[in-house]
């Protein structure tokens, strides 16, 4: 069924809110936030075990469970945004993440804190998209690619700085305590970016009564926690013990897709509109890469922890130094990168995963040959060239990715590109991990040996995306030439390339 044409506008349509910028920092230190809670438990897990004298396994779900619910989140969670507001949005899900944070700070019991990290988890999953979603209806054209690069930045910079804040307030605040204040630093953060975002994030004027595909979310979120489920769960079995899963949430994903698909053709307002992988210019290659890439980007921080702490000896604060440089660098070219994409493209990105996959395998030699009170120091500069790399590659996909999607699915589309990703880094944390352990384990305890291995899988998953990211160069070369170019006369439908700053603007207000 093909819905009525969209009215096309002009860039002139768009009236620029002058409170842009200062908007879009208040919602990148909250995303920061909520991503770098992803990261910063995983070195204050021994602290949480002595402190509640718990199991492995006990704290290990404070780490598992977040991610779960992060990625049970992120879809729903953009469609009410797009639905509802997402000012509203944005609001309810960074107070609840700041009431919920406190509570992990507070819990008495490990019972309480997994509770209490389950709903982190789904709060910081709420508001992720909606970042993305006001990325693309606050900012146009070249700003949306420096907004974008901001973001990325952000992004980068949560994901590797996690160990080094973590190690960091350990070191001031001690042991068995001192993993609370991991949790109770984003109250005072929280409580100021509520009140700074309540001020200066428009809201929209909803014009119609919205329609949500509860049963859509349904089957989506069923399908996403049978993925996740065993993932999360890898270091302690759950992939051997839960295998299970894995085929009853391909029956749900099949389901789900052909249920969206009934939506569409019904006229309704899908969870997901599938037309934005099959119609919609750039979204589906960008998509993919960005899942693949995460595969092998979020798996490699656990292996490092486990290398320099337990192989070489660290302290968490001189594991997460460690790791420094590919931060620093990603922070740097995220924001360089914001600024070129609208004039290189895909090109950024096919530069930058060749600088990670150099970066990776550079550190992989430095760390075999390097003795271990050196190797930390010597792996620097390699880590710089893959942060450097990974700064071109996060932050103009998510622009490449997003651009042509119209701004009333920004939210919804925001959220199934970070589920992607929240998948590929489940698997990614698995595999990697697991090459890991299973190297030191046939290897008689070699961490060398160990973290050659986990490293040569994050450099091969690397270049699956680098090839990704070619094969949608070739083709956006072949789309600038002409070839298979669409019909300049036929109307536009809703989902089939229509750019979001050519979408009929919104009107905004602030409350």
Do not use: K
């Not at 569409?264 to 993919?288: K, M, N, W």
């Not at 490293?455 to 083709?475: F, K, P, Q």
């Amino acid at each position: 069924m093909t819905s009525a044409p969209v009215r096309r506008g002009t860039e002139e349509d768009h009236t620029p809110d002058p409170r842009r910028w200062r908007a879009l920092w208040v919602t990148l230190a909250a995303g920061f936030m909520t991503l770098l809670d992803v990261s910063i438990v995983s070195v204050a897990l021994p602290s949480i075990q002595q402190g509640l004298a718990t199991n492995p396994a006990g704290a290990q779900w404070v780490v598992s469970g977040y991610a779960l619910t992060f990625g049970l989140a992120l879809v729903p969670a953009g469609r009410l945004g797009d639905a509802f507001g997402r000012r509203r949005m944005f609001l309810i899900a960074l107070t609840a993440f700041v009431a919920f944070s406190a509570l992990c700070g507070a819990a008495p019991t490990i019972e309480l804190l997994v509770v209490a990290r389950l709903l982190q988890g789904f709060a910081a999953g709420s508001l992720a998209p909606q970042n993305s979603g006001l990325i693309q209806s606050l900012f146009r054209g070249a700003e949306r690619g420096r907004a974008f690069g901001f973001f990325g930045a952000t992004v980068g910079i949560s994901t590797a700085a996690g160990p080094i804040v973590g190690g960091l307030l350990l070191a001031a605040f001690g042991e068995p305590d001192g993993w609370r204040w991991i949790f109770y630093v984003n109250v005072p953060i929280g409580v100021l970016a509520v009140v700074l975002a309540a001020r200066l994030l428009p809201s929209a004027q909803s014009r119609e009564r919205p329609h949500i595909d509860w049963t859509g979310a349904l089957l989506l979120g069923g399908a996403v926690l049978a993925l996740l489920l065993p993932l999360v769960q890898a270091e302690s079995g759950g992939v051997r013990e839960l295998w299970w899963l894995f085929p009853i949430g391909a029956v749900l994903g099949a389901v789900f897709l052909w249920w969206e698909r009934r939506e569409v053709r019904h006229g309704a307002e899908p969870l997901f509109d599938i037309r934005l992988v099959t119609e919609t210019s750039g979204y589906a290659p960008g998509a993919l890469l960005g899942l693949v890439y995460f595969t092998g980007f979020s798996g490699v921080w656990i292996v490092f922890a486990q290398f320099f702490q337990a192989g070489l000896g660290y302290t968490p604060l001189q594991s997460g130094l460690s790791v420094t440089a590919f931060a620093v660098g990603s922070a740097g070219s995220a924001v360089v990168a914001g600024r070129l994409v609208e004039r290189f493209g895909r090109r950024l990105t096919v530069f930058g995963l060749s600088l990670v996959g150099v970066g990776i395998a550079a550190t992989a030699a430095v760390l075999v040959l390097v003795p271990g009170e050196s190797a930390g120091f010597a792996a620097a500069p390699a880590l710089l060239v893959g942060g450097i790399g990974g700064g071109f590659v996060i932050s103009p996909n998510i622009t490449m990715t997003l651009r042509n999607v119209p701004v009333r699915m920004a939210g919804s589309a925001g959220g199934a590109l970070q589920t992607g990703q929240r998948v590929g880094a489940a698997v990614g944390t698995a595999v990697v991990a697991g090459v890991f352990y299973g190297v030191l384990g046939a290897a008689g305890e070699s961490y060398r040996a160990a973290i050659a291995g986990a490293l040569g899988v994050a450099v091969l998953t690397t270049l699956v995306a680098l090839g990704v990211g070619i094969h949608d160069l070739r083709n956006e070369r072949r789309r600038a030439d002409g070839v298979g170019a669409p019909d300049p006369d036929a109307p536009d439908t809703r989902g089939e390339g229509v750019r979001a700053e050519d979408e009929t603007p919104h009107h905004v207000s602030h409350d």
